[in-house]
Structure formats: C-alpha cells, structure tokens
C-alpha cells in the first residue's frame, strides 16, 4: 500500500462551521504492524492531515502550518477501521490550536493537540546538537523475517546501533528518505518522528516492554511541504537519555540533508 492510501480519509459527519466535532473514517492495515499492535505514528500523522482537512474547510490561511503537536497513547490500536474526531477549539489570526481524538469500535485510543501557526518574528539561533555524520558503511533498516511499518521508509542506520545489541548509549543513529519520492509534508513527517523502535533496544540485550505513553513534535520550518533530491536522506539521532522506574524519556532530531534542523520530537515509554 503506498502513501496515499494508507492516510486515506472518508467523511463520516459534521461540517466545520457546524456544532460538534467532525468526523473522519481511516483503515490500518497489516502493512503498518509495529513490534505491539499497530504503528502510532500512522495513527498520528491520520489524526494530522484530518486536523488539516478541517482548517481548509474553515477557510483558515494555507500559510498557518502545523507547528507543535502532542499524542497521547491511551489504548492500542488494532488492524481495522477507525474513527478520528477534530475539534477547533481556538481559531485566532495567526494560531489555531485543535483537539483530535482517534476511537476504535467505540474505544478511545488516541487523544491529541495540534498547534497551526503562520511564522511569527522573532530571535533565531540553534544550539542543537549537528546532525551525525553518515558512515561509509550501512545497514538497511528492517527486522529480518518480519513485515513491518519499517518497510515503508527507506533507512539506512549506523552499523552500530542494531536492536538488543547491548550498546553504551541507548540511541538510534540513521538517515531516511520516504519511498514515494522526494517530496513529504507534516503528515508524513508525524509519522516518520515516531518510525523508529523504542530506543531503550538498543542498549538492551534482551527484548522487553517500551510502550509510547506519549509522543511529540515540535516542526521548526514553517514550509509544510519540504524536498530532497534523489540520493538524499534526513540524518537522524534518537537518544533515550534516562529511564527510572519503568518509565524512559527519549529525545529525537531530524534535520534537513544541508544540517537544518527540522523537527524535534520526545517520547515517555513504559520500559522494562
């Protein structure tokens, strides 16, 4: 199943200028299978570009870009159909802020904010880490035997950081291209900051639990649409940098190929 497809929506009911949330149908299929149940980056990024169709039909400026947006986990997600619900709860001049909730078969799954914003004047500096350099050596992203939302990006990672390989940091180093072509939004984006398996297996030499409780992504381009040429990759680095009674944080940088950093995103897991 290709890109498209996988985040198609249908309209269920509700109008965005009427009373109550509007409501929008997906399907999941078993191509977006994680490690535990379905990937929650899929679930994201649907919640993401049903927000979008929202603000369109509400006739807000195209230039207000998703900014800022924080999922939280509360039950899994199973192969099948399910309900997304957006709610607008602030439509200012220049940001619109709005709650999405994801439901199957009447269960809540999925609560979400999203923040849109067009760019605001203000200072600009970076004190962000640079993106890693890429090894001349690789090794294609994948769990040998098993078919999984790991297939649908292509990932090349550093020899180094391989699952329950027992390494000193618990980080993934890697470097990612989507596979339908150089061109991907905020949509596709969502997904790609939650793509990668918890962190803490990397450093772990045995499998064990790391459930998302809660993911975030803080977009820091106001473009909305971004482009990589063919060859190119995004250099990324996810790093859980602390985990104490059951519970890890994992911080993630995803940077343009030219070193700009374009989005950071944190996770809170169940681990162990």
Same mark, same amino acid.
């Given at each position: ?81 399910? =309900?997304?619900? $957006?709610?607008?709860?602030?439509? *200012?001049? &220049?940001?619109?802020?709005?709650? @999405?909730? #994801?439901?199957? +078969? ?29 090894? =001349?050596?690789? $090794?294609?992203?994948?769990?040998? *035997?098993? &078919?999984?939302?790991?297939?649908? @990006?292509? #990932?090349?990672? +550093? ?114």
């Amino acid at each position: 199943m290709n890109w498209t497809e996988a985040t198609e929506l249908q309209h269920l009911r509700g109008s965005a200028d009427g009373q109550g949330p509007v409501v929008f149908g997906a399907n999941v299929n078993e191509d977006w299978t994680s490690l535990q149940g379905v990937h929650g980056g899929l679930v994201a990024a649907l919640g993401v570009k049903a927000a979008r169709a929202v603000l369109d039909a509400l006739g807000v400026d195209g230039g207000a870009t998703l900014r800022s947006a924080t999922f939280g986990y509360v039950s899994g997600n199973r192969i099948g159909d399910l =309900e997304i619900s $957006v709610d607008v709860i602030r439509r *200012g001049r &220049s940001l619109v802020t709005s709650h @999405v909730t #994801t439901e199957q +078969d009447g269960k809540v799954t999925t609560v979400a904010r999203l923040h849109y914003s067009t760019p605001w004047e203000g200072p600009e500096f970076s004190d962000a880490p640079p993106p890693p350099a890429r090894p =001349e050596q690789t $090794v294609r992203m994948g769990i040998e *035997g098993m &078919s999984s939302h790991l297939d649908n @990006v292509e #990932t090349l990672l +550093d020899p180094t950081t391989t699952i329950f390989a027992g390494n000193d940091r618990a980080e993934w180093l890697a470097w990612s291209r989507p596979l339908h072509g150089g061109d991907f939004d905020a949509v596709w984006l969502t997904m790609y900051g939650d793509y990668f398996p918890p962190a803490v297996f990397t450093h772990a030499t045995e499998p064990l639990r790391a459930v998302t409780i809660e993911y975030s992504i803080q977009i820091h381009d106001a473009a909305g649409v971004w482009s990589i040429s063919d060859g190119e990759y995004l250099p990324t680095r996810v790093h859980a940098f602390h985990s104490h009674d059951g519970f890890a944080v994992e911080d993630g940088w995803i940077w343009m190929p030219s070193g700009e950093l374009l989005a950071t995103v944190r996770q809170t897991r169940l681990a162990g």
